[in-house]
């Protein structure tokens, strides 16, 4: 872990720019090689057309850190609907922060710039999932003001539920 006191960037992605697609791709390939991540390496479509598929998905923006101008952390984000409040918000769908850069405050770096987009595009709510064993994660998010979702403290926590297609 680099504990050196360095500076640190962050910035909201260029699906275009080269640089960033390349970020994009590889710390997303770390991430899910890590046992959080799923632990498999991207496929190749995946490392192939996932920079141009967010460029062209309505909504979706990420967030990148650089340290001393190599990348360390990132942020893929998607815009959804809050019906009850009728009002856009933004779902976190991946935070990766690189192994050599974890407990040095990229993570809150990171979500502080998504919650100041968040608000620029009139957005209600920050939304993500975490497993329940990434301890870290859960840390790290709590820290920044998540926590999580309950309507009613009687009816319990909601879960995040999928069905592939």
């Not at 460029?55 to 990348?71: H, I, N, Q, T």
């Not at 918000?89 to 407990?103: C, K, W, Y």
């Amino acid at each position: 872990m680099n504990q050196t006191a360095t500076a640190l960037t962050t910035l909201i992605a260029d699906y275009r720019d080269a640089r960033h697609g390349r970020d994009i791709i590889a710390l997303m390939e770390e991430y899910s090689q890590d046992p959080y991540g799923g632990g498999e390496p991207l496929s190749e479509k995946c490392r192939d057309e996932l920079v141009g598929k967010l460029a062209e998905f309505p909504g979706a923006f990420s967030v990148l850190a650089y340290r001393d101008g190599e990348p360390v952390g990132l942020v893929n984000c998607l815009m959804g609907f809050s019906t009850f409040l009728c009002q856009p918000l933004v779902n976190i769908h991946d935070v990766v922060v690189s192994e050599r850069a974890r407990g040095a405050g990229v993570c809150a770096e990171m979500l502080d710039l998504v919650a100041r987009e968040a608000k620029r595009r009139d957005c209600c709510k920050l939304t993500l999932e975490v497993l329940q064993k990434n301890l870290p994660a859960r840390i790290a998010y709590r820290k920044c003001g998540f926590k999580p979702y309950t309507l009613d403290e009687e009816m319990g926590q909601a879960e995040f539920w999928q069905r592939y297609l």
